[in-house]
């Protein structure tokens, strides 16, 4: 069983639209979570990263954590065809530990 | 940012032969890692390593994968001997204590 679950597993949003991922574990020990993005053939980069309950913005993103349901959500507003990719979701134990991926939400942008 | 190097960008060799793949994580990383992505879909752990040692592996780290990294030049993944289910693009990341991974470019490795 996958510990660090993903949905949906593609999402289309036109052009200015939203697009909200979700990511949980099944892992109780887990504390931190991280939001790689990965365009096509290149490697992932670090989007955001939530360690305490609550939001986080950042420019057109927003990540929620609620710890005790071990979910996180990310959001992009007013999304643009660049921001077309795999959006994978990481969890670990601590700063220190292995992150565990999640099989990814694929996020297609239409003009 | 902090750059990630991996050589070769791609190789392609015969089952049952050797391969090594080459990373040369940020300069002032502590904590290395391999990860394994099959046709850009979930990134796999694989293994990671911390002074020198192994810390942990996955059950994907098959007897037939080794790492090391001698007197601190690269950090290598053997593959000896190579099947046909290792073909797949091979991610080094390294990482600074606590904090975000840094990823190279990934190697794709085709097993014939």
């Known amino acids: 069983q996958q510990k660090v679950q993903q949905s949906p597993e593609s999402l289309i949003v036109p052009e200015g639209g939203m697009a909200s991922l979700n990511c949980t574990s099944s892992d109780r020990n887990v504390d931190y979570f991280w939001w790689y993005r990965q365009h096509s053939g290149k490697s992932p980069k670090m989007l955001m990263?939530?360690?305490?309950?609550g939001e986080k913005e950042e420019g057109r993103f927003t990540v929620h954590l609620n710890k005790a349901s071990l979910h996180t959500s990310l959001h992009i507003r007013d999304s643009q065809p660049s921001d077309s990719a795999l959006y994978l979701c990481?969890?670990?134990?601590?700063?220190?530990?292995?992150?565990?991926f999640g099989k990814g939400t694929s996020l297609v942008v239409h003009p | 940012g902090p750059k990630v190097l991996q050589i070769p960008s791609h190789q392609i060799i015969d089952m049952g032969q050797m391969v090594t793949l080459n990373c040369d994580p940020v300069?002032?990383?502590?904590?290395f890692y391999w990860y394994k992505q099959i046709l850009g879909q979930q990134m796999e752990f694989l293994v990671n390593?911390?002074?020198?040692?192994?810390?942990?592996k996955s059950k994907l780290f098959k007897d037939q994968f080794s790492v090391e990294r001698p007197d601190g030049s690269y950090f290598t993944l053997k593959i000896q001997p190579t099947a046909l289910e290792d073909s797949a693009v091979y991610f080094c990341?390294?990482?600074?204590?606590?904090?975000?991974?840094?990823f190279g470019e990934g190697s794709k490795l085709t097993v014939l």
């Open positions: 990263s939530i360690f305490s309950n």
């Open positions: 990481a969890a670990s134990r601590g700063g220190n530990y292995k992150p565990t």
């Open positions: 300069s002032n990383h502590l904590y």
């Open positions: 990341a390294s990482r600074k204590g606590t904090g975000q991974l840094y």
């Open positions: 390593f911390y002074n020198g040692k192994v810390m942990e």
